[in-house]
């Protein structure tokens, strides 16, 4: 499931190609995905010239003229790709948005756990898809006191909280255990017992390892690729994740893989505390 750095990926490589472009024509060819499409889906889109392109959370934004956003989110195994008119489309190919250089935007999703929707851009903050998201890791604002505040109090494994949205934006299964390790942290610890010092560390953890990946263009664990249809290459980073039983690089301990709220975690169960 792409999460936060395959997502950026993607919106770096789309933005150059659609800032600026008009829409000439969608060719929706679904009634729905995880969702239905919103009423005139097409029509909306269709000669609206393109202003932006950005990222909250897991979702692509793709700002146009008339002040509607289009609001896209890959699920599991969502691609949007840009490139040359295909000569055929393919089975999963749902929606293809024509551009006016010729170019066409294709986004292509097996399992169809993704959806796009169309929301005014002054309503982002307050839309019921994006109200409840905690803060951007990768923003200024964010650090130990973000995360001590949003911790405090609470009972549950770290691992959950991290992957609770309300907390951080974006952060999935694979950056969650790779950044528990980076800070040192057992993915088992009460979350309300991190604080200050741990909590600095555990927030700048988040940020290194976001950082890399979105360096390396994201992880392509199963069906991840970029706008331009490549893999990422930031599997091959791995410490903990996917690595039962492989030595730690720090102190040789074998990997453990444990279930967590029905995910498996990865971790040093000598390292991390
Ligand atoms: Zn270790």
């Known amino acids: 499931m792409p999460e936060l750095p395959e997502v950026e990926t993607v919106v770096r490589g789309l933005r150059p190609h659609l800032v600026g472009r008009t829409i000439a024509s969608v060719d929706q060819r679904r009634r729905d995905l995880r969702e239905k499409f919103p009423a005139r889906f097409a029509a909306r889109l269709e000669g609206q010239r393109i202003t932006g392109v950005e990222r909250r959370a897991k979702y692509i934004l793709i700002h146009l003229a008339d002040g509607n956003v289009l609001v896209v989110h890959l699920g599991m195994t969502g691609q949007l790709v840009i490139g040359a008119k295909p000569n055929a489309l393919g089975l999963h190919d749902h929606v293809v ?4 250089d010729g170019r066409v935007m294709r986004f292509n ?26 803060p951007e890791p990768l923003a200024a604002a964010f650090g130990g006191a973000v995360l001590e505040n949003a911790f405090k109090g609470r009972k549950g494994p770290i691992k959950a909280a991290l992957l609770d949205q309300r907390h951080v934006a974006g952060i999935g299964n694979i950056y969650a255990c790779e950044a528990l390790y980076l800070a040192r942290i057992s993915p088992r610890r009460r979350t309300g ?4 010092e741990r909590a600095a560390s555990l927030a700048s953890a988040i940020r290194t390892v976001l950082e890399k990946a979105v360096a390396a263009g994201g992880s392509s664990a199963r069906d991840y690729v970029n706008a331009n249809g490549e893999q990422g290459l930031f599997q091959t980073e791995w410490v903990v994740y996917d690595q039962e039983g492989e030595p730690c690089p720090s102190c040789r301990a074998p990997i453990k893989r444990i279930v967590q709220s029905g995910r498996s975690t990865f971790y040093c169960p000598k390292c991390q505390r």
């Open 97 to 100: 948005i024509a551009l006016d």
């Open 109 to 134: 999703d097996v399992r169809r756990f993704g959806l796009m929707d169309i929301v005014p851009a002054a309503a982002l903050t307050t839309h019921k898809r994006f109200r409840g998201i905690g």
């Open 193 to 196: 017992t991190i604080r200050r």
